[in-house]
């Protein structure tokens, strides 16, 4: 079995990246003029990952940022399982700890829907809390 990926899956992986980046630049945009601080963007330390690290009021705010073509017939929030929101939480703790914070730490996520910078943008505060263990 060939496990190399073929132009066309290639060129789709391509495309949700170039997506996702676009709408990463929108969500970054909406927050800063919804006064947030900006502290990271795709922020990576070994197998964590985040989308969107910011400050406002004394929290530090870790925002996940889900964008998809408006055609897209799955709801993006659905992407946000509880796995995800295991590494979600995983990586700020991470990035507390190696930038040795002592604020507190909201969970939100973005939707972005659309195209070509036009989004349609739904952000969620307090979208989900650390799970206990």
């Known amino acids: 079995m060939n496990k190399s990926l073929s132009s066309r899956q290639t060129s789709v992986m391509a ?4 997506i996702g980046k676009e709408g990463e630049a929108a969500a970054r945009k909406y927050l800063e003029e919804h006064g947030y601080t900006i502290l990271q963007m795709n922020w990576h ?17 870790v925002v996940e940022v889900k964008t998809r073509v408006a ?3 799955v709801d993006p929030a659905d992407a946000i399982d509880r796995g995800k929101i295991k590494r ?5 703790d991470a990035y507390v700890r190696l930038n040795q ?8 996520i973005m939707i972005l829907l659309g195209s070509d910078g036009a989004y349609q943008i739904e952000h969620i505060e307090d979208a989900f809390y650390a799970p206990c263990r």
């Open 101 to 108: 914070l002592d604020w507190p730490v909201r969970f939100d």
């Open 45 to 61: 330390w070994h197998h964590y990952e985040l989308d969107i690290v910011a400050a406002k009021a004394g929290e530090l705010v």
């Open 71 to 73: 055609d897209y017939w």
């Open 88 to 92: 979600i939480v995983a990586a700020a």
């Open 15 to 18: 495309k949700q990246t170039e």
